[in-house]
């Protein structure tokens, strides 16, 4: 080390201060920090909802809640979890940051539809909390009809639109990136040269622009039903109920690979960075993203298996889910051949990589026995399926998630947080996660079904790990919040590049200045070049 | 930066070519064709909207970049709407099982 | 296009454009990443309006003769004459965008103030036909009336008719209210051969509505017209 880096003097935080500078900017860092601080929020609530049904569950009677507020626990948590945390999650804060820096871009193809993405976010969440405080919803994120439709006397008008209308926040950031990647990519910059984390954001806004029209089209035709007496999937008129659920499970379906596309993205920058070494199979890993994208519309109806689907499109969906395994197990072991014999150093955002590997394999292969026909009639509607998809959207979605997030953090704001206290987080989130999420599968498999708020007697110690876990992953979610905040001010000053990373984003100052680049960089290297020099180097560091 | 310009006369020509293509379907509406008035009707939407989306709308001049994601969108709503069909049309055909001795 | 090139290398560093962001660094760049931006755009519009053509496939199969009842109901005469009001609108919506290309300024603002008078003219029938819908009670819901012994399924029909025409209306309304801007900014002369994008991006956009158009007019009004 030469000397000790200094901040640099003017950075995107500090050119123009107050309310005003924020709301009305088009910088895209700025709007991706005031994403993360909406999301953060987002996820705290939702995470409230979820302690309420994890403290509900520790009996085996219904003794905290009756079973309507129940309901309305679960369904609050899982609205506030899938739309107003996990989608923008990854892509909205990390790729709204780095993609542009990543590309040698000074912004976001569309700065204006950032914003504006950004206000229509706030909407929806508007209407959300004119629900949550109008008494709550009670259907399940699903809002499946007719239940949604006629039955539920709770607010399932402004819930539903609230996610009708984050879905056109999540159409316009997916169709900026996807201009953004295809237009504004400096000189040199090639395909193959881009970044995997701009790859698997491709994806992601594939799905996005793809799938969140037909789920927006579904709400309306259920608003049409709910607010005017239409009848589109009314039994009584004769319309199917489950068609909502195709065209539901459309986009639902896919919605989880919005999740974790972006999440792998992260993987691959870490992967390659902590272990010194150029990722294995770079155009593999590439392309996996893209059949993940696509596979994953080809598979919704394994959600419908029980629900009276024919039994012929049912062994059809069944074979086709299988198919998204592919591509993930390719990544997957090509992260495991990027790791050997490379100089693998475990800091922070290492830590939740392995993390992801172990919960996103569990969850990847648990997959496998929900897409097999035979084994679903079993454990569909129960917590097998419930344990199965946290292991994916927060084992895998969350890990990825926080380990983005200790990645770019000294980018993001240019100070390092602690060290310790980040990786006794990143061990409590791992832990807490297992103990919270594992014996749900076995309470699955022994039959316990999902939604209910009473239980029998036999099931309680197992639940009581489970909430038991919950608090510990509580504690690991909230340490970061207290060294994040106390790095902002505190924390020593990172400099450009302390992990002695490769990507164009750690070439630009930390904090990055406004415009990012002074001059347009031209691109001549390929990705993740790590030189045995480079390691040397920063191994010292 | 102009793009491709048409020809006026282009214009003038799909336009006519689209109006006597309504007036096709709803004559052919009016005649019994049995179970072929459907197909007929949407083949000739189909017609219009290509005539469309080739000329008003210039993909026949544009990028490939914009013929791809035109292509992409049919694609993904041929899978929307063929694995959609998949199932209705395979409704109430049971798997029979082999009866036990 | 590769004249275009040409232009932006000629000119991109020594006068830029009154109309270049400073994200970008040609007008080229600026004008491909808006085209694209508008089909994509226009591709979440066709898988959005895809769930509904199906769930109308889906029971128009189902329930065959309630749907030819139901839409015989509909006049054809004003749905043909709305078809062809739109298509006129998508031909002179063509000819804004060509007038643009061409620095035409009087014209594009005559194509463009044509091209909205036409699908007010539309919305004006819709209108009519909607108000005719509501006195005989053929808005599905409570007040539903209908003898036939379908009258149940012809409520679907309905629905169906009603979101979806009603979410075109919507797209036309939301096409005259950009049209108006466009032409406002046409009128105060900010367009030229080298920066007409938001006239040729409203054009994409309107002929998609029309696109739409095309295929609801028979798969609503022409169900079963021969007997």
Redesign the interface.
């Known amino acids: 080390m030469l000397d000790t880096p200094k901040l640099p003097e003017r950075h995107y935080l500090n050119n123009g201060h107050g309310l005003k500078s924020w709301l009305l900017t088009k910088d895209h860092k700025r709007i991706a920090i005031m994403y993360l601080i909406s999301i953060s929020a987002m996820f705290l609530l939702g995470g409230l909802f979820a302690g309420a049904v994890r403290l509900e569950l520790m009996t085996p009677e219904g003794d905290l809640f009756l079973a309507d507020t129940y309901n309305k626990m679960f369904t609050m948590h899982g609205v506030v979890m899938v739309f107003f945390f996990l989608i923008p999650s990854t892509p909205a804060v990390l790729g709204n940051f780095l993609i542009p820096p990543m590309i040698g871009a000074k912004d976001l193809a569309f700065p204006r539809i950032n914003l504006l993405s950004l206000y229509i976010f706030w909407l929806g969440a508007a209407f959300f909390f004119y629900a949550l405080f109008a008494g709550g919803v009670d259907t399940g994120w699903t809002f499946y009809t007719p239940f949604s439709s006629f039955s539920s006397n709770t607010n399932v008008i402004p819930t539903a639109l609230g996610a009708f209308i984050s879905g056109f926040s999540s159409i316009l950031t997916g169709l900026n990136f996807i201009v953004t990647i ?1 237009r504004m990519r400096a000189p040199g910059l090639t395909w193959f040269r881009l970044p995997l984390f701009v790859w698997a954001h491709y994806a992601t806004s594939l799905i996005q622009v ?1 799938g969140t029209p ?1 789920v927006a089209i579904t709400i309306i035709m259920v608003f049409v039903e709910r607010a005017f007496g239409f009848g589109i999937f009314d039994p009584t008129r004769g319309g199917d109920p489950v ?1 909502f659920q ?1 065209l539901f499970w ?1 986009y639902s379906h896919p919605a989880v690979y919005i999740m974790i596309l972006p999440a792998m993205g992260v993987i691959s920058e870490i992967v390659s960075t902590f272990s010194r070494k150029t990722i294995f199979g770079y155009s593999f890993v590439a392309f996996s993203s893209l059949a993940i994208a696509v596979f994953g ?2 598979v ?2 394994h959600h419908m298996f029980v629900a009276g ?5 049912a062994l ?2 069944s074979f086709l889910s299988f198919s998204v395994a592919i591509p993930s197990a390719v990544k997957t072991f090509n992260w495991a051949a990027t790791l050997y014999k490379g100089a693998i150093s475990f800091e922070t955002p290492m830590l939740y990589a392995y993390g992801f590997f172990g919960l996103f394999l569990i969850g990847g292969l648990t997959g496998l026995f929900l897409a097999t026909l035979g084994t679903d009639i079993h454990l569909h509607d129960t917590y097998f399926v419930v344990s199965h998809f946290h292991y994916i959207m927060v084992g895998g979605a969350i890990m990825g998630y926080l380990g983005g997030l200790h990645f770019w953090w000294p980018k993001l704001v240019g100070r390092m947080y602690s060290e310790f206290l980040s990786r006794v987080s990143a061990i409590l989130v791992f832990v807490g996660f297992n103990l919270t999420f594992f014996p749900q599968f076995i309470l699955g498999y022994m039959g316990m079904p999902r939604r209910y708020h009473a239980y029998p007697d036999e099931f309680q110690v197992l639940n009581i790990l489970s909430s038991a876990g919950a608090g510990v992953l509580g504690i690991g979610y909230l340490l970061p919040v207290i060294y994040f905040l106390w790095s902002l001010k505190r924390g020593e000053v990172a400099g450009p590049n302390p992990w002695g990373a490769s990507g164009l984003e750690w070439q630009i100052p930390s904090p990055p200045p406004t415009e990012n680049f002074k001059v347009q960089p031209v691109v001549h290297g390929e990705p993740y070049e790590y030189t045995p020099h480079v390691a040397r180097e920063a191994n010292l560091v | ?3 491709h ?2 020809p ?1 006369s282009l ?2 020509s ?2 006519g070519a ?2 006597v293509l ?1 007036a096709i ?2 004559f052919a ?4 064709l049995g179970a072929m ?1 459907a197909p007929i ?2 083949a ?2 189909t017609f ?2 290509t005539l ?2 080739l ?3 210039h993909v026949r001049y ?2 490939r ?2 013929k791809l ?2 292509v ?3 694609f ?2 041929a ?3 063929g ?2 069909m ?10 029979v099982l082999p009866t036990l001795q | ?1 590769s004249n ?1 090139v040409a ?2 290398e000629a000119h991109g560093h020594a006068v830029p454009h009154d109309a270049l962001q400073h994200h970008f660094e040609t ?2 760049q600026q ?2 990443a808006s ?2 931006g508008m ?2 755009f ?2 979440t519009e ?2 959005f309006f ?2 509904l ?2 769930a109308y ?2 029971y128009r ?1 189902w329930y065959f003769d309630a749907f030819a009842e139901a839409s015989r109901t509909l006049d ?1 005469s004003l749905g ?1 004459f709305n ?2 009001v739109l ?2 609108s ?2 002179t ?3 804004a965008v ?1 007038s643009a ?2 620095n035409q300024r009087s014209a594009t603002v005559r194509w463009l103030i044509s091209t909205i008078v036409l699908g007010c003219v539309f919305l004006g029938v819709k209108v009519i036909e909607y108000a005719d819908k509501f006195e005989h009670h053929h808005v599905p819901g409570p007040n539903f009336v209908s003898e036939s012994v379908w009258a149940a399924q012809e409520q679907i029909f309905f629905s169906l008719y009603f979101t979806m025409t009603g979410l075109h209306a919507l797209h036309m309304i939301v096409g005259v209210g950009v049209m108006s801007v466009v032409t406002w900014m046409a009128a105060k002369g900010r367009f030229d ?4 994008t938001p006239v ?1 991006m409203t ?2 956009y309107w ?2 509505v ?2 739409v158009w ?2 609801l ?3 609503l009004y ?1 169900v ?4």
């Open positions: 295809h793809l037909v068609l195709h459309f519309f080809i919704w109806a689907i024919s039994t012929y499109s059809v969906f | 930066m102009s793009g310009v048409s006026k214009y003038y799909i336009f689209l109006m309504t379907t709803v509406a009016y005649v019994n008035n009707a949407l000739i939407a219009k909207a469309v989306v000329f008003f709308m544009s990028s970049l914009t994601v035109v992409t969108s049919l993904f709503l899978i929307l709407l694995e959609m998949m199932d209705y049309a395979s409704r109430g055909m049971g798997v | 296009m275009a232009h932006a007008m080229q004008k491909e085209t694209l089909w994509v226009l591709l066709v898988l895809g769930g053509f199906f496939l889906l199969v054809i043909a078809t062809a298509i006129g998508s031909l919506m063509a000819l060509r290309q061409t051969e080298h920066y007409y040729e054009g994409l002929h998609f029309d696109l095309i295929y007019f028979p798969l022409l079963e017209r021969h007997n």
